[in-house]
């Protein structure tokens, strides 16, 4: 029997939970705004790595900031074995779990819109949000959950090589097209030049910057989407579907009979893989790395470290048992969605209040320069302590 549907009652994963937590941690970091601190003091090599590694980078390459919607994505596949095995040991019928895994979809598609549409005049319906990248993608990973693991690695070739194919193939836009009409400034180091192989991957002049052209315009809008400022598209939760698959193989080896060092072994192997694979294709000119349109090349790649962030936190958690430094972790991972929406919503009207009544000034302890990365922090401090008394109280928001 497949391991996904095994009825045997699984096991919850700390490592798991403190993988999630530290993914959200890096994304509600974003508070401490450490770019304006390395404004402050651009001689420092030190906040200049920090700030670096809490930026997306502009096109190819990786920060660790990068990792975040990689790592959340793939662990939504590692949990999903032992998500259906729960499931088919408390005797739930197949129609019944696809049923939730349809309504999971639609509730997460929608909840990135309505996160998206926070202070605009408008319903802005764009799908690039974590949330619905995951969402779009969830029914077919499910689906494959229930398949053999051979059929998971088939559907990743064909989802990672249609999809290179997609963009290899759509035509180049001719000689008279104006880049800078969407959004790139004359000189953008990173637009490859026109008429190359590498320029059918060009910020928006590529095959998804075309296709949501044509799919956002059928939603009312404020005005006719022309391009997104960042270079992303709906279409990449197709390859981010290739990265949650690579989780869900991760979690079927996990859940696997084989022993906890082989698996760790395995996990890193993967990730050296995944790595070498990524780096390959993209200096041999294949398809560059890029997040931010999620080319296969990126899935390859960041799915690597996903599989060596992984490997790390269960070897180190689950195997060797030392768990009581990960707590803080779990108690975010634990609550992902609900400190996924506290960031979003709550974390201007968390600061206004630690003003109004610790007093304006009250975060300018260590001087300006300092000041965002100290109120920052209190932001922080707040969010895990309201995560904390949900743990306690054993409050889980789960979709």
């Known amino acids: 029997m497949d391991h996904a549907s095994s009825t045997t009652p699984p096991s919850r994963l700390t490592s798991l939970d403190a993988y999630r937590g530290f993914v959200m941690f890096l994304m509600a970091a974003e508070v401490l705004r450490l770019s304006r601190v390395a404004r402050a003091l651009p001689e420092s090599g030190f906040w200049q790595f920090l700030a670096h590694h809490q930026t997306h980078v502009e096109w190819t390459g990786c920060s660790l900031?990068?990792?975040?919607?990689?790592?959340?994505?793939?662990?939504?596949?590692?949990?999903?074995?032992?998500?259906?095995?729960?499931?088919?040991?408390?005797?739930?019928?197949?129609?019944?779990?696809?049923?939730?895994?349809?309504?999971?979809?639609?509730?997460?598609?929608?909840?990135?819109?309505?996160?998206?549409?926070?202070?605009?005049?408008?319903?802005?319906?764009?799908?690039?949000?974590?949330?619905?990248?995951?969402?779009?993608?969830?029914?077919?990973?499910?689906?494959?959950?229930?398949?053999?693991?051979?059929?998971?690695?088939?559907?990743?070739?064909?989802?990672?090589v249609g999809y290179w194919a997609a963009f290899a193939l759509y035509p180049l836009p001719g000689p008279e097209f104006d880049y800078a009409k969407v959004g790139i400034a004359a000189g953008w180091p990173h637009l490859a030049d026109a008429g190359s192989f590498a320029a059918h991957w060009n910020k928006n002049g590529n095959f998804a910057w075309a296709s949501d052209q044509w799919f956002l315009n059928l939603f009312p809008k404020e005005k006719p989407f022309v391009f997104n400022g960042g270079g992303y598209s709906t279409l990449s939760f197709i390859p981010?579907?290739?990265?949650?698959?690579?989780?869900?193989?991760?979690?079927?080896?996990?859940?696997?009979?084989?022993?906890?060092?082989?698996?760790?072994?395995?996990?890193?192997?993967?990730?050296?893989?995944?790595?070498?694979?990524?780096?390959?294709?993209?200096?041999?000119?294949?398809?560059?790395?890029?997040?931010?349109?999620?080319?296969?090349?990126?899935?390859?790649?960041?799915?690597?470290?996903?599989?060596?962030?992984?490997?790390?936190?269960?070897?180190?958690?689950?195997?060797?048992?030392?768990?009581?430094?990960?707590?803080?972790?779990?108690?975010?991972?634990?609550?992902?969605?609900?400190?996924?929406?506290?960031?979003?919503?709550?974390?201007?009207?968390?600061?206004?209040?630690?003003?109004?009544?610790?007093?304006?000034?009250?975060?300018?302890?260590?001087?300006?320069t300092y000041e965002p990365l100290a109120s920052g922090a209190a932001v922080l401090l707040v969010l895990w302590l309201i995560l904390y008394w949900m743990y306690r109280r054993k409050v889980f928001l789960r979709i």
């Not at 509730?107 to 990248?133: C, H």
């Not at 996903?306 to 991972?333: E, H, N, Q, S």
């Not at 634990?334 to 009250?362: E, K, P, W």
Request: charged residues 10%; positive net charge; hydrophobic residues 55%.
């Open 65 to 160: 900031h990068d990792l975040i919607q990689p790592s959340f994505s793939f662990i939504v596949g590692v949990a999903l074995p032992y998500s259906i095995a729960s499931r088919l040991a408390k005797g739930q019928a197949a129609l019944a779990m696809t049923a939730h895994a349809v309504w999971r979809s639609i509730l997460l598609i929608f909840l990135g819109v309505f996160l998206r549409s926070v202070g605009r005049s408008q319903t802005n319906f764009t799908f690039e949000d974590t949330l619905s990248q995951i969402g779009l993608g969830y029914p077919f990973l499910f689906l494959l959950g229930f398949r053999a693991m051979r059929a998971q690695w088939v559907a990743l070739g064909i989802i990672l």
């Open 240 to 368: 981010t579907l290739g990265t949650m698959i690579l989780g869900l193989i991760a979690g079927g080896w996990l859940r696997s009979d084989k022993s906890a060092p082989a698996k760790v072994k395995l996990l890193a192997l993967a990730g050296v893989v995944g790595l070498a694979a990524g780096a390959a294709l993209h200096w041999l000119g294949v398809c560059p790395n890029v997040k931010r349109i999620w080319t296969p090349t990126w899935t390859l790649f960041s799915g690597g470290w996903c599989f060596l962030l992984l490997a790390g936190f269960y070897a180190v958690i689950d195997v060797r048992g030392c768990k009581r430094w990960a707590f803080p972790l779990v108690v975010i991972g634990m609550n992902s969605i609900a400190i996924y929406c506290m960031d979003h919503l709550f974390n201007s009207f968390i600061l206004g209040s630690l003003r109004t009544h610790l007093g304006q000034n009250a975060f300018k302890l260590f001087g300006e």
